[in-house]
């Protein structure tokens, strides 16, 4: 896998390209700006880029700008956006078009479940990391559709939208497929979503929280 890293901090983004390195992945490009960060995939085509929220010049959610305006020159490019800290606003317009990650950067030191997401991503999947989503689902009214799910459909949401398959939630909590079909659908159901796409139906109902409860 070809992966473009966008990240001002000098340390990290070093950490983060021997990482990648040692897991067999080709780092072909980093930059430590937005601008930058838009002009290297642009020319080096990369499977992932992988994007800091926070960058110069201006120093707030130059990342994710930076995110749209390559999605915009390349529909479809799979992009990681990385955050310090939960910032859910960025997430509403580029998860439901697939090939799109939002992870802590605390993730990172995860090797193993950080690297599983990047795979997912560049797939042509999603992956949303469990704090966002645990904010999502944790700042609830009663009024709020997720209100309808049980504690368990709830536990399969989170997971859900993380990006995990019906055999990876069964394993995390050692339920059988079927079950997790069952809960699926169900989930679905009560948030009155229609799955028209397939691929991305796992991130369709934490997005339709997303869009009515944006969070700074």
Known sequence: ???????????FREGLARILADAGYAVVATASDA?????AVLEHGPDLAVVDIRMPPEG???????????RAARPGQP?????????????VELVPTGGFGYLLKDRVLDVADFLDALERVAAGGSALDPEVVSRLIGQRREIDRLAR??????????????????????????LTERTVE?????????????PS????????????????????
């Open 79 to 91: 992009i990681v956006l990385l955050s310090q800290h939960v910032e859910t606003r960025h997430s």
């Open 182 to 194: 069952t809960h699926t659908g169900s989930i679905i159901g009560k948030l009155g979503l229609v």
């Open 149 to 174: 799910l049980s504690p368990r459909e709830r536990e399969v949401l989170t997971l859900m939208a993380e990006g995990r398959t019906n055999r990876g939630i069964a394993r995390r909590l050692h």
């Open 60 to 70: 707030r959610d130059d990342g994710a700008r930076a995110a749209r305006e390559i």
């Open 197 to 216: 796409d397939e691929d991305h139906i796992r991130v369709l109902a934490v997005l339709a929280h997303l869009e009515a409860h944006p969070q700074g």
């Open 35 to 39: 601008p930058s960060t838009v002009d």
């Open 1 to 11: 896998m070809r992966i473009v890293i966008g990240e001002d901090s000098a340390l």
